[in-house]
């Protein structure tokens, strides 16, 4: 763990720069909008350690998969989110001396993000070689109001001395991504202009064409009055637009540059547009200036906080943690594009290529379902089911037929793009976290007519997968699935992963009901949906049957647990706590067939699914499992501690679940993995929402009403959250001396709290 930033119930503070820890607080810092994102690169040169990344949604590049060896099946390319043409570069010069924080002698460096207003905070004071100081503050956003348009305030003030200087201030799209194969730039150059005062560069990726055009104007201050620029050279090559401006540092004197950019891409205007456009957003951006459009942000972000802020008394880092995952998801995906979806990482970074997992649906849905309008997680539903046709295409492509759909692990378009095969090939389960997600949804909103409008065709494209990928076993009577993997990935290319299993015969049940309720609801609707996808209704749905009746599960008797898959006891058990801690974490210090053969478990398994269906398992059932499981699972993947969290919640296990919610909360935060250079865990943040409200809140919908049966952690004085539900608002206060729910709009509604009915008016 990294433990040196600073707890602050809205501000992540650093405090000094420490070169080792820099690339952690360029992910922890990123700032966006949902259009487009960037890591907190400085605005300066900088010659140390860092990656440089800027991103541009729906924006992606088709990489060749580079594999050591090729199997029938395997995806032609790897998708990822490109690291975008920058508009932050402002170098500094002074008498041939670049300001360089790694050559520098640095003093009072601070970097603050207020995640109350989603802005970005830098200030130090730089010595050059020469003895010159200098003092630089400079404030950053990507603007929530405008989504195309960014701003800078970078103030420079000379301390000792006056002097000649120059700044370069520029757009390049110039840029590499950190993972591309052969090291490959992606972007080509389109069209570059540059005058005095503005700059433009259209850059577009090889092979998918999109189009990105990054512009930008200033205007420059001294003590607070806008200067004439006499002299200004343009600076132009590849991929590169600027100006240089040489002028006069005076000591004590304040300088400040207003720098704006406009960021558009082909997905939202014509190609043939983009540069005319870019200069209008440039001249809105200029004529607004600074503070305008910081003061239209300011108010999205007091309106999304109003929205789904979770306040925490008592405990700073608590407080902090929650607060910062809910910044990031609410900074990385807004629900106003159904084309666009949410990465891993956000726009924090290009770890795992940017792309759509599992986690979407798995983690993601309910924080949104909770805490936007309907038509938010809607969306999001949407979006698979126009990647339905490319679903069926990857099912074909390994052998399954008769419009049977695998939905992919990752992806852009909707076509699988993974590149391991113990995970592309194996790890089956994520094409039904489509189907939970439906069933999630519609729970939760009461939109069972998403069914018939576009949830029924994928139900039976998943369950004919689901239907050729068992097969009957004559020696256990029985339906298996052979050779998966399940979301615990420290075990492939098993048999009967219960997980899998599981939730493969729950999706055919749940189909069973889909079509019921679309031919009672629209039974001409049905009809078209049948004729479409060729369905054999008699035929099929009894093929289904016969499976949820005899699937196998794998179970042992005598310690009364599921077994995550057949040969889990033919592992030596051990506990995490019999590790030593040189060992941790074990996916960066073992090889990959010791982690194979010992029983550590990555992330929950059984545990998922135990707390995915907990309704079908009485409590002692899933307290057997969890004190089995628990104690080896090394939590090496971050959607593991929320789950954990909510179980425990659930069990009483009031300590344990607050230990796993500071872990989730403080992931990034704290780095606790040592992973977080590569970008934040922007999926996982929902989970983190989901252990304060379904763990420590105990919300559940079941029969379409709102449950709670909340406790708090022993280290609070109190905490709250709001739910959206249904057309209402419902905020939950709990402290020591009890619960509090409160209908802050909409109609009355019944509710359940500790097991006992209560109207709220």
Not at 2 to 12: A, D, P, S, T, V
Not at 50 to 71: C, E, F, H, I, M
Not at 558 to 571: E, H, N, P, T, Y
Request: net charge negative.
């Amino acid at each position: 763990m990294k433990e040196y930033l600073k707890h602050h119930e809205w501000k992540i503070i650093e405090e000094g720069l420490d070169p080792h820890t820099n690339k952690v607080s360029e992910s922890v810092f990123s700032i966006g909008n949902g259009r487009m994102g960037q890591r907190a690169n400085f605005e300066e040169e900088y010659s140390g350690d860092t990656l440089r990344g800027s991103y541009v949604a729906g924006v992606y590049y088709p990489d060749k998969t580079r594999v050591g060896w090729w199997k029938n099946g395997y995806p032609e390319y790897f998708a990822k989110v490109l690291n975008a043409p920058s508009w932050i570069g402002i170098r500094v010069t002074v008498e041939n001396q670049k300001l360089d924080l790694a050559k520098c002698q640095v003093e009072d460096f601070t970097r603050v993000l207020d995640m109350k207003i989603g802005l970005l905070s830098r200030s130090f004071t730089a010595t050059f070689a020469d003895g010159k100081k200098i003092r630089v503050a400079s404030r950053r956003f990507c603007s929530m109001a405008h989504g195309e348009i960014g701003a800078i305030r970078y103030a420079i003030m000379p301390l000792n001395f006056s002097s000649k200087a120059t700044l370069s201030i520029h757009v390049d799209a110039n840029v590499v991504n950190m993972d591309s194969n052969y090291d490959e730039k992606f972007w080509e150059e389109v069209h570059r202009e540059a005058s005095a005062g503005r700059a433009i560069v259209t850059a577009q990726t090889k092979k998918t064409l999109f189009h990105v055009t990054t512009g930008m104007c200033y205007s420059i201050l001294v003590d607070g009055k806008k200067i004439k620029l006499d002299r200004v050279n343009i600076e132009q090559r590849e991929k590169f637009a600027g100006n240089v401006i040489q002028l006069n540092f005076q000591e004590g004197k304040e300088l400040v540059v207003y720098k704006y950019a406009a960021v558009l891409s082909s997905e939202n205007h014509p190609k043939d547009q983009l540069v005319s456009r870019c200069n209008e957003v440039l001249d809105e951006a200029s004529s607004a200036g600074f503070s305008a459009l910081f003061a239209a942000h300011e108010k999205v972000w007091a309106r999304k906080w109003e929205e789904c802020d979770i306040t925490i008394e008592g405990d700073v880092a608590a407080q902090q943690g929650i607060r910062f995952n809910i910044f990031q998801l609410m900074q990385t995906y807004t629900g106003d594009d159904e084309r666009l979806n949410i990465g891993p990482k956000g726009f924090t970074g290009e770890k795992y290529g940017g792309s759509t997992y599992w986690d979407t649906e798995a983690y993601c849905i309910p924080f949104y379902l909770g805490t936007a309008e309907q038509k938010v997680a809607r969306n999001l539903l949407v979006y698979r089911y126009k990647h339905l046709p490319k679903a069926i295409e990857n099912a074909q492509k390994l052998g399954f037929r008769d419009g049977a759909a695998f939905y992919p692990f990752v992806t852009m378009n909707g076509e699988e793009c993974h590149n391991e095969w113990e995970i592309t090939f194996e790890e089956i389960h994520r094409t039904s976290a489509m189907a939970y997600a439906m069933r999630d949804y519609i729970d939760y909103t009461g939109d069972e007519a998403y069914l018939t409008a576009h949830g029924l065709e994928v139900l039976i494209g998943i369950s004919r997968f689901w239907a050729q990928r068992v097969n009957w076993s004559s020696d256990k009577n029985k339906y298996v699935i052979l050779g998966v993997t399940g979301p615990n990935e420290y075990e492939n290319n098993v048999n009967n992963n219960w997980y899998t299993n599981y939730l493969g015969a729950w999706t055919l049940r749940f189909t069973q009901k889909a079509i019921a309720y679309v031919k009672n609801a629209d039974s001409k609707r049905y009809a078209e949906i049948v004729s479409k996808v060729n369905f054999q209704e008699k035929a099929e749905t009894e093929k289904w049957k016969d499976i949820v009746a005899k699937m196998y599960y794998p179970e042992d008797p005598k310690r009364g647990v599921i077994l995550q898959q057949d040969g889990f006891l033919d592992k030596e058990l051990l506990r995490v706590s019999d590790l030593n801690p040189k060992d941790r974490p074990i996916n960066q210090k073992w090889s990959w067939d010791r982690i194979l053969r010992s029983c550590f478990i990555k992330q929950a398994d059984v545990l998922q699914g135990l707390y995915l269906f907990e309704d079908d398992f009485d409590v002692e059932v899933i307290r057997k499992n969890f004190d089995f499981y628990e104690p080896m699972t090394v939590h090496e993947s971050s959607l593991s501690p929320c789950v954990h969290a909510i179980l425990a919640s659930k069990l009483g296990y009031k300590q344990l679940a607050y230990e796993f919610y500071l872990r989730t909360a403080r992931l990034d935060l704290d780095d606790y993995n040592n992973d977080t250079e590569e970008g934040c865990h922007i999926t996982s943040m929902a989970g983190t929402w989901m252990s304060v409200v379904k763990g420590f809140g105990g919300m559940r919908v079941r029969n379409g009403k709102l449950y709670f049966n909340p406790f708090i952690p022993d280290q609070w004085k109190s905490y709250s959250f709001r739910i959206e539900f249904r057309g209402r608002v419902i905020m939950v206060k709990v402290s020591i001396e009890g619960a509090q729910t409160i209908l802050e709009s909409g109609a009355p509604l019944e509710i359940i709290l500790n097991d006992e009915s209560r109207m709220l008016n």
